[in-house]
Structure formats: C-alpha cells, structure tokens
Nanobody, 126 residues
Framework: QVQVVESGGGLVQAGGSLRLSCTAS????????VGWFRQAPGKEREFVTA????????AYADFVKGRFTISRDNAKNTVYLQMNNLKAEDTAVYYC???????????????????WGQGTQVTVSS
C-alpha cells in the first residue's frame, strides 16, 4: 500500500508563499488521486485541492482559487501544493491524502482517501 509524507510547511508572513510536497512510496503513484486537506485549530478538516492521474485534472476549494496550485511529478512520485498570497486564515495543518483511483468525481470527500500523511504545519503571521 502507498504511504505519503508531507514536507515544506513553516512560518511565513501574510502575502508570502510556501510550497508543500507530498512524496509517496510503496505503490504506483500515477494510479492514485491525491488531495490536500487542512485543519485549523478548533475547526473541522476541510478540502483544499486535488489532482487526478493527469496533472490537468484538478479541483480547488473556492477559498484558494487563484492563490494555490496543485501539480504532480509522477516520475518523482510527488505532488506539490504551491501556495501564494497566503493569509492568516490559511494557518492550519495541511494533510496529503491518496485514493486508489485516477478520476476526480468526488475529490472533496475525505472518506474516499484511505492513505494519509502525518501533516505539516503552515503558520501565516499577519
């Protein structure tokens, strides 16, 4: 089964940028949909973005459209989340998740992702 590990979190000022990475091992990553979710203190986990087998098949939450970009490099078994123009409300633990499907029909449903990383903290100071 595939395992995923996030990296790239940290502390950044509002308006700044960060790039998160999600690296997979133990499976053929190209056969997986990969999503990013986040959970802020005291809030429920929420969907951020996802990518299907093709890097052109993507979905985004409305609150990140135009600021965040998901991409994947299947040769490196890695999915990236480029976050620009960060806001204080983007502060959260960001999780990478993988689902053994290449479609993007219901990317926002966290229960469809059986494989999760440990999360990486993103803190945006205002």
């Amino acid at each position: 089964q595939v395992q995923v590990v996030e990296s790239g979190g940290g502390l950044v000022q509002a308006g700044g940028s960060l790039r998160l990475s999600c690296t997979a091992s133990g499976g053929t990553f190209t056969n997986y949909r990969v999503g990013w979710f986040r959970q802020a203190p005291g809030k429920e986990r929420e969907f951020v973005t996802a990518v299907g087998r093709s890097a052109y098949l993507t979905a985004y939450a409305d609150f990140v459209k135009g600021r965040f970009t998901i991409s994947r490099d299947n040769a490196k078994n890695t999915v990236y989340l480029q976050m620009n123009n960060l806001k204080a409300e983007d502060t959260a633990v960001y999780y990478c998740a993988a689902a053994p499907t290449t479609n993007l029909r219901t990317p926002r449903i966290s229960d469809e992702y059986p494989y999760w990383g440990q999360g990486t903290q993103v803190t945006v100071s205002s």
